[in-house]
């Protein structure tokens, strides 16, 4: 009955809230009240019928009993009371009404409440409506932030812009706005709201007619204004935790932490009630992917209880978003259709689920069908295969879809949403995102403002035609060679067969990202030449590891073709034997268990760079390797772990005691240093003065070569 889920006594019975676009109306914003007692002038018994929800509220004295009532006007049939609480909230209390204000009937008596919104059915008349508290449930008095009283005389104005309902039955579902139908040909909104009036032009040339948020806030009024103006309706999201994707938020107990789902409540509550009759809302969309990815958070039996919570939760917020906003549909999204038994046990207050689904796209309607459900559905995310669903390539990275490939994945998607008629509602695919780094080529129709083909492939989907469109090149075949063994700091070559259905000319860019080798996702253009025949010849990073290599190219009309493989950096071949290899090898101190430690000295002896020896987190450290007998050698390698050496010395030894130093440096970077050392010893030590990070020191290899 709360938005906790608690239960209450068996006299209390739960209101099923009004589906979207029902003739129920608010009777008691506004109305005279008055109340047994206030804590003070700040506090009177008019704030909790003013329809502020979180900024102004009424608050008794500090004793049993207190009363608040409102007078209708008249006497109105009574159908339904939400009480939203303050944390000093009843435990126990009677709804009453009355036709005079003195002789009072009980509606419903509630025991044990848990505060948070109540939420009513009632049965009944009456022109007074009050709230009669008998027990507290702590030390301070009754305060409520707003008492809403629901009847079934007079009607509610429909939200500017018409009200929007799912109507029809089992099967054969539709979308109407106004009264007409209305399908979602839609795309997830990626720009800055600042540039709202910039893009959203463009969207409706491309025959999008909504776009999707994650986020409902007060920043959102911009975006909902610029999206109104161009005929474009808003799913308004409600973020929960934890969510899916990057920045998702971290692990709640949906169980017991009261506190965040009250306060997630209150600020939801705020909004709709600020923007229900804006015309740029289509409906509310609470949570993104949180049934899946509370299986980041728990597991086995404790899973299911808190995915049954979660669930619940979502059920109490659609209830409480139908008592303020009858005029708009409520769904919630998730990533995993195993979440749609969840809902279907627990959020019956719903009208409709959403679905972000990629590479699966088509499985969608297979397990609506077979789940048995009883409410349509829009698809909220959609597009070609992402990260997590493709095979991987020969450096054991994730292998990208060519352009034309991505292009053909919102095609399919599209015909997969459109193919199940009566039941998808439509979609918003992913993603009309402006970002030009490693997510933004993967997913983004126009990346630093270039058309992909795969905008002009979701223009077609949507406009029926791109006809007369100046379109992108097209990119194919694209090689990298060595693809698994290029040496860092020097060259390797990339190859790509380029067109222009134009016959445009074509300018070229060559990108490199960092984002499996560094976690930098950025796309930074790299040292490159072209060598005619559309062939490049480009310089390799200094970091070792897996990158991204990208090929760009315009066709000078806004348009960009962009395609890319990996390429694996290596350290660079350094002529003669590793006299180093698998020789005795000591050091200072090693860390025994961090990360994927336990990090010995050997290991940096051991010819391998998935492997490293890490010291402790101090200076000065040392490693030293033994030779085994005095050897001539002409070079040193050592490839940096990210926790460097900013100072260090190379000392030899033909004793292990007695030490002579042939090279210092004090300006370390890290990555591979490649040392010309032309000495004869047994023992070659490094002598590690300043670390180059809050870290210890920690090498991948350090290679003798003689």
């Known amino acids: 009955m709360t938005v906790l889920g608690a239960l209450l006594a068996s006299s209390l019975t739960l209101a099923a809230s009004p589906p979207a676009g029902a003739a129920e109306s608010l009777l008691s914003q506004g109305k005279p009240a008055t109340a047994s007692s206030q804590e003070g002038d700040a506090y009177p018994a008019s704030a909790a019928f003013d329809g502020d929800l979180t900024g102004t509220r009424w608050a008794s004295q500090w004793s049993d009993p207190q009363w608040i009532q409102v007078d209708l006007g008249g006497v109105r049939d009574l159908s339904r009371v939400v009480l939203t609480w303050e944390a000093a909230h009843a435990q126990a209390y009677e709804i009453q009404a009355s036709d005079n204000g003195t002789d009072w009937r009980t509606l419903k008596t509630v025991t044990g409440s848990d505060g948070g919104t109540d939420d009513l059915a009632v049965s009944g008349s009456g022109r007074y409506v009050r709230m009669l508290g008998t027990a ?202 195993g979440a749609w038994p969840y809902y279907k046990r627990n959020a019956p207050d719903l009208d409709l689920y959403s679905m972000n689904s990629y590479g699966d796209i088509c499985n969608v ?118 693809a698994s063994s290029a040496p860092a700091g020097g060259e390797f070559t990339v190859r790509a067969d380029v067109r222009d259905p134009d016959g445009d000319p074509v300018t070229y860019k060559v990108f490199l990202s960092g984002n499996y080798a560094t976690g930098d996702n950025r796309l930074v253009e790299a040292r490159w030449r072209s060598t005619g025949d559309g062939t490049f010849v480009v310089t390799a990073p200094e970091k070792l590891g897996v990158w991204k290599v990208y090929i760009q190219a315009e066709d000078g009309h806004g348009n960009a073709g962009i395609e890319t493989r990996s390429v694996k950096v290596v350290a660079p071949p350094v002529d003669g034997t590793n006299v180093a290899l698998h020789k005795t090898t000591t050091a200072s101190s090693f860390q025994e268990s961090y990360g994927d430690c336990p990090c010995t000295p050997d290991l940096a002896t051991d010819g391998r760079t998935d ?37 260090y010395e190379v000392r030899l030894s033909d004793n292990g005691t007695d030490w002579r130093t042939v090279h210092t440096t004090t300006s370390g970077d890290g990555d591979i240093d490649t040392l010309g050392i032309a000495e004869t010893a047994r023992y070659v030590r490094l002598q590690l003065t300043a670390r180059g990070t809050e870290w210890g020191y920690s090498l991948h290899e350090f290679g003798i070569y003689g």
């Open 365 to 482: 309607r297979t397990a609506w069908e077979e789940g048995g459900y009883t409410k349509p559905y829009i698809i909220t995310e959609g597009g070609p295969a992402g990260e997590w669903e493709v095979p991987d390539d020969a450096n054991g990275v994730p292998d990208e879809p060519t352009d034309v490939r991505k292009a053909e994945g919102y095609t399919k998607a599209w015909q997969c949403v459109t193919g199940h008629r009566g039941v998808a509602l439509g979609a918003t695919l992913f993603h009309y995102g402006v970002e030009h780094d490693f997510g933004g080529v993967w997913f983004n129709l126009l990346p630093d403002g270039l058309k992909r083909l795969s905008y002009y492939a979701v223009k077609k989907a949507y406009a029926g035609s791109t006809s007369g469109d100046n379109t992108p090149p097209v990119i194919s075949g694209m090689t990298v060679t060595p």
């Open 136 to 337: 507290r449930a702590g030390g301070y008095g009754y305060s409520l932030w707003e008492f809403q009283v629901y009847g079934g005389d007079g009607t509610t104005p429909p939200a500017a812009g018409g009200a929007v309902a799912v109507t029809g039955s089992q099967g054969d579902w539709q979308l109407t706005v106004g009264g007409e139908p209305y399908q979602v040909k839609g795309l997830t909104w990626g720009p800055s709201v600042a540039d709202a009036g910039r893009y959203l032009p463009d969207l409706r040339s491309m025959g999008v007619n909504t776009i999707r948020t994650w986020g409902t806030d007060g920043s959102s009024k911009p975006l909902l204004d610029e999206a109104a103006a161009n005929g474009i309706k808003v799913v308004s999201g409600f973020w929960l935790q934890p969510g899916g994707g990057p920045g998702s938020g971290g692990c709640v107990n949906y169980l017991t932490d009261t506190a965040y789902k009250n306060d997630s409540l209150t600020e939801f509550a705020k909004w709709v009630d600020t923007y229900k009759s804006h015309p740029g809302v289509l409906m509310w969309n609470v949570g993104n992917e949180s049934v899946l990815g509370l299986q980041n958070c728990y597991s086995g039996d404790e899973l299911e209880r808190q995915r049954d919570a979660y669930t619940g939760f979502v059920n109490d917020v659609a209830k409480k978003i139908h008592t303020i906003d009858p005029d708009h549909p409520v769904t919630s999204t998730d990533a995993w259709t």
């Open 611 to 647: 492997t490293r020896w890490a010291s402790d987190w101090s200076d000065p450290q040392w490693i030293q390797v033994d030779l085994g007998a005095p050897t001539a050698f002409r070079t040193l390698q050592l490839v940096w772990d990210p926790a460097y050496a900013k100072a």
